[in-house]
């Protein structure tokens, strides 16, 4: 947890404006789903709370990454997702 609590430091410095690049990654798998999304969720909570602008990464997890977000991330929070699909980076804003 040390490097959690120097992370949430850094987040509140006013010159950090975001927090991202975080999400879900199955590609490789060198963590086991349910540690990716317990982390991934604990993420979005700081940064919904200290009010940052997300930008998510999702790779071959679009469903996990999209329903966390829905029961995590207010609909009014700024959002950007980065999604790959074989070698192919798609943007939504």
């Known amino acids: ?18 927090w991202g690049e975080i999400g879900l990654d199955y590609h490789y798998m060198n963590s086991p789903a349910d540690i990716q999304q317990e982390v991934f969720r604990r993420q979005l909570k700081h940064a919904v709370r200290l ?3 997300l930008t ?3 790779r071959e997890a679009d469903d ?15 959002v950007s997702i980065w999604q790959v699909i074989v070698g192919v980076l798609l943007i939504f804003w």
């Open 1 to 18: 947890m040390q490097v959690e609590t120097q992370i949430l430091e850094a987040m509140k410095h006013p010159r950090c404006v975001g």
């Open 64 to 78: 996990d990454v999209e329903r966390i977000l829905k029961e995590e991330v207010p609909q009014d929070h700024k």
């Open 51 to 53: 009010g940052k602008p």
């Open 56 to 58: 998510i990464h999702t």
